[in-house]
């Protein structure tokens, strides 16, 4: 059964700071694995999405890696600022057990960056 | 970009009533859309499969006959809590992928917040 682990539970920096979101997973068989962010009470944006094939994808001052063998993914934050605030999540979408349609969440990393 | 939207935002309604949230995909068709749900501080945990033209599919553990889900076009689901208790008070929200595009990220509705008194 796959389980979604993100570490920490919450994290607070001061601005400007940059940061790591960590994220982990149990079974390596996976199409692809989606970071979101979720503001307090509100749905979910999608940051980015890194397909099973690949190894990180970036957007703007995001950066995301995936290690698929060793079942670990990361979310890199440059230069974090108030508005980054958040809950960050990370999903992966499994290839096999016949589940192959879900996404399977973490429990969230609460990121509070100081002014 | 893609948009889902989903309504109510919010809704507050007595024990025992039934309750419809809409799922609809804006600029783009969808045969499948899911349906989670996410209690206070806790991740999100996917209740049903939403297939057009066809029965939905319930995670373990969901009632089907509470969760009515209908999805009867390429661009709109519903969900009706029936007979809603206080238990079912919690965060809803949809989301959908492109027809076509297996590997493409899921979108996201904004969500409705039950709160069934």
């Known amino acids: 059964k796959q389980e979604v682990t993100q570490i920490p539970a919450a994290l607070s920096v001061p601005e400007g700071e940059n940061l790591v979101l960590n994220c982990s997973f149990t079974?390596?068989?996976?199409?692809?694995l989606q970071w979101f962010r979720q503001d307090p009470g509100k749905g979910l944006t999608s940051l980015l999405l890194?397909?099973?094939?690949?190894r990180e994808q970036t957007s703007g001052r995001l950066n995301a890696s995936l290690d698929k063998s060793s079942g670990r993914s990361t979310l890199y934050i440059a230069a974090s600022q108030p508005g980054d605030s958040a809950t960050y999540l990370c999903a992966v979408r499994p290839s096999s057990g016949g589940a192959t349609n879900k996404l399977i969440f973490g429990t969230g990393t609460l990121l509070a960056v100081q002014p | 970009g893609a948009v889902v939207s989903q309504h109510p935002s919010w809704v507050i309604c007595k024990s025992g009533t039934s309750v419809k949230i809409e799922c609809r995909s804006l600029d783009f068709q969808a045969t499948t859309m899911f349906w989670y749900r996410q209690f206070p501080k806790q991740s999100l945990m996917l209740m049903a499969t939403?297939?057009?033209?066809?029965?939905?599919?319930?995670e373990q553990g969901v009632e089907k006959d509470k969760f009515l889900i209908n999805h009867a076009s390429l661009t709109l689901s519903t969900l009706t809590v029936t007979s809603a208790h206080p238990e079912d008070s919690s965060f809803y929200i949809c989301s959908a992928r492109e027809l076509g595009q297996r590997n493409s990220p899921l979108h996201f509705g904004n969500g409705t917040r039950l709160t069934v008194t």
């Open positions: 890194i397909q099973s094939s690949q």
């Open positions: 079974d390596s068989a996976i199409y692809n």
């Open positions: 939403s297939n057009e033209g066809s029965k939905a599919t319930y």
